[in-house]
Structure formats: structure tokens, C-alpha cells
């Protein structure tokens, strides 16, 4: 959903201001896209059940009820949607009404829609940096939220924190958190603020208005907010990503995101909208990112597919890899080999036992591994008889550590 009340200064995700775009031809041609879709993978007999739906923006909640409702209906029909599926949808602060029966109104239509996740874009609860951020919301709008949120029964809840605003020191990160944490979501994200070229801020710290907290401040402030959230009982299970822990403390939190923690599986997932990605019987693909493009080609029957690769076997491995070493799990041999071979019942076949899983992937990743074990010995990643995974040190150099394995 592809639409927000104002740009960030920030943003460089595919996003237009709401007002004054063509929503409704864009919701009427994302239906025509959701059943083009689920049309030919029945055709091809490669329909199969959605476990997890996720609405991602953009603001889908600058959405009108009546369109994200027959856009949810659209998905029910045609795609065979689980029962119990997790369904996310991005709220922004500010964007639920302005009226508390309006908000409740709005909250209790995405109940019925089946919507049983939220995730919030706060970033700040500092009203001056959201305001430097050009976030249409305050710290007030977020507690407000919330309160509201829970009256409505929500309790799958995410909040994103941003860290490494200009100007913003790790005291001031780990304050925002606090109150964050004040707020008792069942899930948090934390992400440091990227400078990106093509927005008002790529354009600030080219002529020196805005300078960049340094790469030694921000993993710092990192590393605070990991122990801080472990102090307040948040599994850190992804490099970016913290959820509530269950009554069982040795198990995985059960509010981990079920539709992320696909992504970092390899799993496959049908991708949806302008600029959306996809992975789907072994190809990805990418939408067009041209919002006229996309409309003529739903207005034509075509689906709006601007690229697709179909992924080779070291391209799966490469990217199991790649995601894997993203989770605190990190990456095992026998999983990054199945995903080389393309197979889930390989053991059923021909047994093969942990080593050859451990001899197979080191085969295949040979002028990887002298740099691998060297990252070790430092240290940053652990290699044993299971698979690899990221040390709190490695995380720092994760791109590193992952180019390897590409
Ligand atoms: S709300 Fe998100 S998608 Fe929209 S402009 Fe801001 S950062 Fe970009």
C-alpha cells in the first residue's frame, strides 16, 4: 500500500503522499493482481495454503475501512488463507482517526477483517526528533494508540524504534526505548537510521547540514538497547528484531513474526502491489515500481512483473545462508544443503547423517571457509558441528562476515 499522509525525510521506500493519489484505481487493480495471481498458480497446480498475510506500506492505514476490507475479502477467496494465519497490518501513530469512537470503529473493522498483528511505525518518543524525522505523529499520539489498541483486544503488537537520529546520543536511544518498553508491546524492531541518497536528508548531509552518527556510536547504542532488551525479557532472535518471551524461558517467544521469520527460512511467499517482491516455485520477481505502468498492466490482464530470476542452486544456498546468519539460531548446514538441492526429504531417500551435511556445505563453500574459520578464531562467528552463527561482536560486520557465503 504504497500511500502516506506526508513523505519522511528519511524515505527512500516506494511511497506517495495519499492525497491527491489515485487510490481507488490502485486498490482496484491490486484486487485484479491478487486473483490474476492466485489464478495461475492454481492453473499450474502450484496453489497451496497461506499461512501468513502481511500489509505493509507505506501507511495501509491511511486505507479507507471499505477498501482494505474488500481487498482482505479479495485475498480470502482466492488464495486457501488458514484459519488461524497471521495477519499484519503496518498502523502508523496518528493514522487510526482523530476521535477515540472513530479509532475504535476503525480497530474493530480490522478485527472482522481477520487483521490479528499490528505493527506500529513509532521510531521516537522524543517529539522534537520525530518532528526532525517529518513524522506525522507524537509520543502522545503513540501512548494514545495503544491505549486504544489494547481496549480493541490486540495483543500481538509491534513497535519499531530508530536509533542514530543526528543529534541523538545513546542516552537519548536508550530513553526512547524505556518508554517504548513502558508501552509493553510483544515485539519490537530497532533499526539505525540509513542515510539514503534521493531524500531530504541524503541531501542534508551532502552539503554538511546533517552529520551522521559514527559507525562506533551507533553499535554502541546497538548493543544497549540488545542488553536492554534481554534485561526486560525480549528474545533477540534477528539482528534487528526482539520478541516477548512465553512462560517457557528455553523456548522461542511466540510473538516472533511468523511472515518475517519466513523470509530469513527461505520460504516462499507471493509478493503483491507496486514495487512488491516475490519468491514463488523457485523464481523471484519483482513488480514494477511505476505506478502508471502498474495500473496499465492490470487494466490489461498482465501482472505488473518488471524482473524474474529463477533462482539457481547455489543462489538458494547463498541466500539460506545470507538470511539464516540474520537469526540468532543462525544457519544450519543441513537446512543451507536442502535448499542447495532443492529437497525437503532427502534424509528419507538416502540417510545422511550431520557430518556429510557439515562435509557437503564446506564442499560447496570451499574458498569460503579459510576466511570463515578466521572470522571464528577472531571471535565474530561460531562454526560447529551444527552450522554458523553470528557472535553479539560479529553482528557488527555481519555484511562482511555474509559476503562470504555469496
Ligand atoms: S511512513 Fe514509512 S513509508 Fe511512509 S514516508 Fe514515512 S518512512 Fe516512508
Same mark, same amino acid.
Given at each position: 500500500m504504497p500511500f502516506c499522509v506526508q513523505k519522511c525525510r528519511y524515505c527512500a521506500f516506494l511511497s506517495f503522499e495519499a492525497e491527491g493519489s489515485p487510490r481507488k484505481e490502485y486498490t482496484d487493480a491490486l484486487e485484479k493482481e491478487i486473483k490474476l495471481r492466485a489464478d495461475r498458480e492454481k492453473e499450474n497446480g502450484t496453489d497451496r495454503p497461506v499461512d501468513t498475510i502481511y500489509i505493509g506500506g507505506g501507511t495501509p492505514s491511511v486505507m479507507d475501512i471499505s477498501s482494505m476490507s474488500e481487498m482482505v475479502k479479495t485475498l480470502k477467496r482466492s488464495f486457501d488463507v488458514v484459519p488461524d494465519a497471521e495477519v499484519t497490518l503496518e498502523a502508523n501513530p496518528a493514522t487510526l482517526g482523530r476521535k477515540d469512537g472513530v479509532m475504535l470503529a476503525k480497530l474493530q473493522a480490522y478485527r472482522f477483517m481477520g487483521i490479528n498483528r499490528l505493527s506500529m511505525g513509532v521510531q521516537s518518543m522524543d517529539n522534537d526528533?520525530?518532528?526532525?524525522?517529518?513524522? !506525522?505523529?507524537?509520543?502522545? %499520539?503513540?501512548?494514545?494508540?495503544?491505549? !486504544? !489498541?489494547?481496549?480493541?483486544?490486540?495483543? %500481538?503488537? %509491534?513497535?519499531?524504534?530508530?536509533?542514530s537520529i543526528p543529534g541523538e546520543s545513546g542516552d537519548d536511544a536508550l530513553r526512547d526505548l524505556d518508554k517504548i518498553l513502558a508501552l509493553g508491546p510483544e515485539h519490537i524492531s530497532c533499526y539505525s537510521l540509513q542515510i539514503e541518497e534521493g531524500t531530504p536528508f541524503g541531501e542534508m548531509a551532502d552539503s554538511g547540514e546533517l552529520i551522521e552518527v559514527s559507525d562506533e556510536e551507533d553499535r554502541e547504542t546497538y548493543h544497549r538497547i540488545c542488553r536492554r532488551l534481554a534485561e526486560a525479557g525480549y528474545e533477540h532472535y534477528e539482528i534487528s528484531n526482539f520478541a516477548k518471551m512465553g512462560v517457557d524461558p528455553d523456548a522461542p517467544s511466540p510473538y516472533r513474526s511468523q511472515h518475517n521469520s519466513l523470509y530469513w527460512n527461505m520460504d516462499e511467499y507471493i509478493g503483491l502491489g507496486l514495487g512488491a517482491s516475490g519468491f514463488l516455485n523457485g523464481v523471484r520477481y519483482k513488480n514494477t515500481s511505476d505506478l502508471d505502468e502498474y495500473l496499465s498492466a492490470l487494466k490489461e490482464g498482465r501482472l505488473p512483473v518488471a524482473e524474474e530470476h529463477l533462482n539457481t542452486a547455489f543462489d538458494n544456498i547463498s541466500e539460506a545462508?545470507?538470511?539464516?546468519?540474520?537469526?540468532?539460531?543462525?544457519?544450519?548446514?543441513?537446512?543451507?544443503?536442502?535448499?542447495?538441492?532443492?529437497?525437503?526429504?532427502?534424509?528419507?531417500?538416502?540417510?545422511?547423517?550431520?557430518?556429510?551435511?557439515?562435509?557437503?556445505?564446506?564442499? !560447496?563453500f570451499d574458498e569460503a571457509e579459510e576466511e570463515a574459520r578466521s572470522y571464528a578464531e577472531r571471535g565474530l562467528l561460531i562454526i560447529d558441528s551444527e552450522g554458523l552463527k553470528l557472535t553479539e561482536t560479529g553482528i557488527d560486520i555481519s555484511n562482511s562476515i555474509m559476503s562470504l557465503f555469496v
Open positions: 526528533r520525530l518532528h526532525y524525522l517529518g513524522r !506525522i505523529h507524537t509520543a502522545e %499520539n503513540v501512548t494514545r494508540d495503544m491505549d !486504544i !489498541i489494547r481496549r480493541k483486544g490486540f495483543d %500481538n503488537v %509491534n513497535l519499531d524504534l530508530m536509533f545462508v545470507f538470511t539464516g546468519l540474520r537469526r540468532r539460531e543462525g544457519i544450519r548446514y543441513e537446512d543451507a544443503v536442502r535448499a542447495y538441492l532443492d529437497t525437503d526429504d532427502l534424509q528419507l531417500k538416502y540417510p545422511v547423517s550431520a557430518e556429510e551435511f557439515r562435509d557437503l556445505f564446506w564442499d !560447496i
